[in-house]
């Protein structure tokens, strides 16, 4: 009344305009926040030992960005990679397949770069999320198909790619160049040569330019961190002085002809290097820092709460060039390295951080791999997960709720030395070694509940068991002869 007394009509009609435009605003805005998509990333660190994280007890290299996801987040107790060496592990996580389906088996090269590439028919984790509205960008190393063939990134749904295409020459921190998409970024001062540019770090400034022109669209984010993957090699700077510092004198890693930087150089090879736990400590926090830059980032264009972040490692630790796992205990209590199947070899520490989503210092046993981060990042985003795959979201189990469905099992093979399967089934875990390189292969049993160092075979107490799980390998098994396990594979294929 007051109002309609005092002011002129056509204030009147003004306000009442504004009145009704802000509840239209509410309404339009709260609509949009329901149909905001969440932002995803993938943290694949590359070779990094169960132990070498901080929060997991590491006693020498320091971790706070990873240590502050687990604090924050959920830590999956009970995770594994795609597999025990780089190339199937990823072909499973982008595929949604073990590797008893996944079409990359093994690191089969081709020459002079580049791997054996991924038929680009097969529905991926990246296709998935760009179909659903989704940028989606890799920045680190590939290895699932060169430039130009079915598995070059850009084919698999990826729409930017920077960083090595050829996890080959990924074993170099200083290369002569890298490749964004189709086009071959040359570091200048490198060469093969002279160590001038670092390239993780060329890689990490894309990765965050990435962030920030995506700020507004929901992505997808996957950083396959080279680190800390031999070879022992880190920038002269405050973090590699550190462990100098702290380390001492040390005995240097020798290294044979063509490893050094040089004419001759072999880019399959290791450097040598002076310092080698320093080294491989520097590197290890290196990566932790790269995580840090990116939830600062985050937090800078104020898309943290509207992110879902999974860092794990895509195997078990490794032994080449230099790398020390006894003395960082980086496989933990587990038994096995990389190209092992023992759990050392596979079982990866995941974490899943997602703020007012995921609940802070959180753990979950569910049992998981990374061929179920397929139907979980789709489950996140709403989209439609594709059929006849091997994974299952544990979308519930992040957010703690009771539907979580479960696996009957897990299966990995690995076509290296001699042949190996495993089956881990509830407590269970099965290991078939020399799967084509003796006419009775041997098969180990163990019950995880009370053996996690898989220290006392029972196979000989558990013989209906034995048969069960090796029923479960030979029925998850599915012909490749690119990537052949059984004798008659492998004659097909040559």
């Given amino acids: 009344m007051l109002i309609r007394k005092y002011l002129p009509l056509s204030l009147l009609v003004t306000f009442a305009f504004l009145g009704f435009t802000s509840c239209d605003s509410k309404k339009e805005n709260a609509i949009a926040e329901v149909e905001k998509k969440t932002n995803i990333i993938f943290i694949l660190a590359d070779d990094l030992g169960y132990g070498d994280l901080g ?48 079409p990359i088996r093994g690191n089969r090269e081709v020459q002079p770069e580049g791997q054996y590439p991924m038929p680009d028919s097969i529905p991926t984790v990246a296709k998935v999320l760009e179909n659903a509205g989704y940028k989606t960008g890799a920045f680190g190393k590939w290895g699932l198909g060169f430039v130009g063939t079915t598995g070059d990134p850009n084919q698999q749904g990826f729409e930017e790619f920077y960083g090595y295409n050829c996890q080959r020459y990924a074993h170099r921190y200083y290369p002569a160049h890298l490749w964004h998409n189709s086009d071959k970024i040359v570091l200048e001062g490198n060469g093969w040569v002279d160590k001038t540019v670092y390239a993780p770090d060329v890689i990490q400034k894309e990765t ?11 992505f997808f984010l996957f950083m396959p961190i080279v680190m800390p993957h031999a070879e022992l090699a880190a920038p002269d700077d405050e973090i590699i002085e550190k462990y100098k510092a702290k380390f001492g004198d040390e005995k240097p890693h020798p290294a044979g002809k063509g490893t050094e930087y040089g004419p001759d150089i072999n880019i399959t090879a290791y450097q040598s290097h002076p310092t080698p736990h320093a080294a491989f400590a520097a590197m290890v926090e290196r990566m932790d820092v790269y995580v840090g830059e990116v939830l600062a ?30 003395f960082f205990d980086s496989n933990g209590p587990f038994r096995g390295h990389k190209r092992d199947l023992y759990e050392g070899g596979v079982r990866t520490p995941m974490i899943a951080w997602w703020p007012g989503k995921i609940k802070a210092g959180s753990k979950s046993d569910h049992i998981s791999a990374f061929w179920d981060l397929l139907p979980t990042f789709a489950d996140v985003a709403g989209a439609e997960i594709p059929t006849n795959i091997d994974g299952i979201s544990f979308l519930p189990s992040m957010l703690e709720q009771k539907d979580q469905k479960e696996h009957e099992y897990l299966y990995w093979e690995f076509h290296e030395q001699g042949g190996k399967q495993a089956v881990r089934q509830g407590k269970w875990k099965a290991v078939k070694l020399q799967v084509f390189g003796s006419d009775r292969p041997k098969i180990e049993l163990y019950d995880l509940s009370v053996d996690l160092g898989e220290k006392n075979n029972i196979a000989a107490e558990n013989p209906e068991k034995v048969k069960e799980m090796e029923a479960l390998m030979n029925s998850s098994h599915t012909e490749n002869p690119i990537f052949s396990l059984l004798p008659s594979e492998r004659q097909a294929a040559k």
């Fill in 297 to 326: 980032k985050l937090d800078e264009l104020g898309i943290a709460e509207n992110t879902l972040i999974i860092f794990a490692s895509d195997n078990g630790a490794h032994q080449e060039g230099g790398a020390d796992p006894d």
């Fill in 55 to 102: 929060f997991l007890g590491q006693e020498y290299i320091e971790t706070p960005n990873i240590d502050r996801l687990a604090k924050e987040g959920m830590f999956f107790t009970n995770h594994y990679s795609g597999a025990t060496v780089c190339a199937p592990s990823r072909s499973s996580f982008l595929t949604g397949l073990h590797t008893g389906h996944t």
């Fill in 208 to 218: 965050i330019t990435f962030l920030e022109n995506n700020k507004d669209n929901p």
